[in-house]
C-alpha cells in the first residue's frame, strides 16, 4: 500500500542531512551573544533611522505621519508604527536597539526553519550563519532601521 504525502511541497531530510542538536544550540548561542554585545543605549544617527526616529515620535505625541511638521508619505508604516508603540509604552533608544536585535535574531532562526525545509538542514545553518555574521546583517541589527521588521515579515511569510 502506498502512503501519499500529505504535503507535496515538504522535503523530508535525510539523516545524513540532519544537524544535530548541540550544533544548533551552540550556533544559536553565538549569534545571540554576538548580536547582545551591540546593544548600547546610545543611538547611531543615520538619515533613514533618523526619519524612522522622528516618524515615530510625531506618530507617538499624536500629529500623525508628520517629519518637521509637513506630512511625510514616503515611508512604508510598519517601522515607524512598531518604533511609536515603543516609545508610547516608555521606551527609549535602548529599547529599540533591543527590539531591533530581538526581531533580527527572530528573523535568522525563520530563516533557518524556512532554508531546511527548502535545501536540508546542513546548507540551511551554514546559509543562516553566514548571513547572521556578514557585516551588513549583523550591523543592520543594532542600526534603527526598518531591516528587522522586514526580515522577519519575509522570512515569517
Known amino acids: 500500500m502506498t502512503v501519499l504525502n500529505p504535503d507535496p511541497l515538504a522535503i523530508e531530510s535525510a539523516p545524513a ?10 550556533s544559536a548561542t553565538l549569534v545571540g ?3 547582545a554585545l551591540l546593544w ?6 543615520l538619515s533613514d533611522s533618523s526619519l524612522y526616529l522622528a516618524l515615530a515620535r510625531a506618530l507617538a505625541e499624536g500629529h500623525g505621519f508628520t517629519y518637521m511638521g509637513e506630512p511625510h508619505r514616503l515611508v512604508p508604516p510598519l517601522t515607524p508604527l512598531l518604533f511609536a508603540g515603543v516609545m508610547k509604552l516608555g521606551g527609549g533608544i535602548g529599547t529599540l536597539q533591543a527590539l531591533c536585535i ?8 525563520l530563516c533557518y526553519l524556512t532554508l ?5 538542514q546542513k546548507l540551511a545553518l551554514a546559509a543562516t550563519l553566514a548571513a547572521a555574521l556578514s557585516y551588513w546583517v ?3 541589527a543594532f542600526i534603527i532601521m526598518s ?4 526580515l522577519v515579515m519575509f522570512w515569517g511569510g
Open 33 to 35: 551573544l554576538m548580536y
Open 116 to 120: 531546511s525545509r527548502w535545501i536540508g
Open 138 to 140: 549583523f550591523i543592520n
Open 40 to 45: 548600547g543605549r546610545w543611538w547611531y544617527p
Open 147 to 150: 531591516e528587522p521588521p522586514c
Open 102 to 109: 530581538v526581531l533580527m535574531l527572530i528573523a535568522h532562526v
Open 17 to 26: 542531512d540532519r544537524v544535530p542538536g548541540w550544533w544548533l544550540v551552540a
